[in-house]
């Protein structure tokens, strides 16, 4: 990968975007990006509860995000393709450690930028401070439909806002493994109910239920 396509990838990354070839080359002189390359495995590249003290883009491939629930009543599988950024609000704060494990899928290309060259270097560009805290934003508005959830809507809108909220893309495949006991009480409705909208949505082609967990091709696509 020369120079020119590793800006090209770069300039597509959440936190990257709208910064021009000049600040690029000036953030690849000062913070030394480098490109590694890991083949598919199912061993992980990081672990739920690794230490968080860089930052990861995927500039290509495609990884498998698994995340257990913090309460462990379920897990969520899911497909992740480039270009993407692992967990970058987990890069400050009390607790920085990672919140999923990561496998990769396919052949992959990821850039590693230190904390310290993202605190003394990025920071200092007024472009990336702005998308930075638009993500960290994005994840607050998140968080807090989830924990609004069992409010102000329907069942069945209460249980793709839960969806929703527990994956990273709207692209890709996604599963998640979880009891129907639990999903009600998350979303705060009965049992009866939530068995009765996950069997519409299944007849409707939606998702695909199977033995504790249920199948999403399209996120996008649940209404």
């Given at each position: 990968?020369?120079?020119?396509?590793?800006?090209?990838?770069?300039?597509?990354?959440?936190?990257?975007?709208?910064?021009?070839?000049?600040?690029?080359?000036?953030?690849?002189?000062?913070?030394?990006?480098?490109?590694?390359?890991?083949?598919?495995?199912?061993?992980?590249?990081?672990?739920?509860?690794?230490?968080?003290?860089?930052?990861?883009?995927?500039?290509?491939?495609?990884?498998?995000?698994?995340?257990?629930?913090?309460?462990?009543?379920?897990?969520?599988?899911?497909?992740?393709?480039?270009?993407?950024?692992?967990?970058?609000?987990?890069?400050?704060?009390?607790?920085?450690?990672?919140?999923?494990?990561?496998?990769?899928?396919?052949?992959?290309?990821?850039?590693?930028?230190?904390?310290?060259?993202?605190?003394?270097?990025?920071?200092?560009?007024?472009?990336?401070?702005?998308?930075?805290?638009?993500?960290?934003?994005?994840?607050?508005?998140?968080?807090?439909?989830?924990?609004?959830?069992?409010?102000?809507?329907?069942?069945?809108?209460?249980?793709?806002?839960?969806?929703?909220?527990?994956?990273?893309?709207?692209?890709?495949e996604k599963n998640i493994q979880i009891k129907m006991r639990d999903l009600a009480?998350?979303?705060?409705?009965?049992?009866?109910?939530?068995?009765?909208?996950?069997?519409?949505?299944?007849?409707?082609?939606?998702?695909?239920?199977?033995?504790?967990?249920?199948?999403?091709?399209?996120?996008?696509?649940?209404?």
């Amino acid at each position: 990968m020369n120079i020119r396509e590793m800006y090209s990838i770069l300039t597509q990354m959440p936190l990257l975007q709208g910064l021009n070839g000049m600040d690029l080359a000036k953030v690849e002189e000062r913070v030394g990006i480098s490109i590694n390359i890991m083949e598919a495995s199912n061993q992980p590249f990081l672990q739920q509860g690794d230490i968080c003290n860089e930052l990861i883009f995927l500039a290509e491939g495609k990884f498998t995000k698994k995340t257990v629930s913090e309460d462990s009543r379920f897990t969520t599988w899911e497909e992740i393709t480039a270009p993407a950024v692992i967990e970058p609000e987990q890069l400050y704060g009390l607790t920085c450690k990672y919140n999923s494990t990561y496998f990769t899928k396919t052949r992959c290309s990821m850039f590693t930028v230190s904390k310290i060259n993202v605190t003394n270097h990025l920071m200092h560009l007024d472009i990336f401070r702005i998308n930075y805290m638009n993500m960290l934003s994005a994840q607050i508005h998140k968080l807090r439909r989830q924990n609004t959830n069992k409010y102000g809507e329907n069942a069945r809108q209460k249980l793709i806002t839960f969806l929703n909220c527990n994956f990273m893309q709207t692209e890709g495949e996604k599963n998640i493994q979880i009891k129907m006991r639990d999903l009600a009480e998350y979303i705060g409705e009965t049992r009866l109910t939530v068995s009765c909208i996950l069997n519409e949505m299944n007849k409707e082609g939606q998702i695909e239920l199977k033995r504790m967990g249920i199948i999403i091709q399209n996120i996008k696509l649940l209404h």
